[in-house]
């Protein structure tokens, strides 16, 4: 996932140099079109530079739609095997920390507001070690 939202930065980052190139300018010693002897100014955009992120966006647009696909069929092999675990507080737990990327400390809460009447309330490491103990045991 972190992968996948550097990658879009990357390209957002080049979006915003391809929308907004800079120009360059530079002064040479040439023959004006009326025939006088003097320094030309040229401006422009830089060809080969613009060239050469083009190329770079379109290669992260492609490394960016592998990943995503790549992301999606982990999550589907992710969400079965979690589906396949008898009880129901592993699963949640496992949808919100693996799935979804939430820390530990946000999963106990998320647990605590899904099972508010539970006599002893959950905690990161609470969360952390039944899932331990969970990976431990099969």
């Known amino acids: 996932m972190e992968e996948i939202k550097d990658l879009r930065e990357r390209i957002r980052k080049l979006d915003r140099f391809l929308s907004d190139p800079p120009i360059v300018s530079d002064t040479v010693r040439g023959t004006r079109k009326n025939g006088t002897i003097g320094p030309i100014k040229i401006t422009g955009i830089p060809v080969p530079?613009?060239?050469?992120?083009?190329?770079?966006?379109?290669?992260?647009?492609?490394?960016?739609?592998?990943?995503?696909?790549?992301?999606?069929?982990?999550?589907?092999?992710?969400?079965?095997?979690?589906?396949?675990?008898?009880?129901?507080?592993?699963?949640?737990?496992?949808?919100?920390?693996?799935?979804?990327?939430?820390?530990?400390?946000q999963v106990a809460r998320q647990m605590n507001r899904a099972f508010p009447k539970k006599r002893i309330s959950y905690t990161a490491d609470s969360c952390r070690m039944r899932a331990k103990r969970f990976f431990e045991k099969f």
């Open 49 to 105: 530079e613009y060239q050469r992120k083009e190329k770079m966006r379109d290669q992260y647009r492609e490394m960016l739609e592998e990943k995503e696909a790549e992301l999606l069929e982990l999550t589907c092999k992710a969400e079965e095997y979690i589906e396949s675990i008898p009880k129901a507080e592993i699963r949640i737990m496992f949808r919100l920390y693996y799935i979804d990327g939430l820390t530990w400390e």
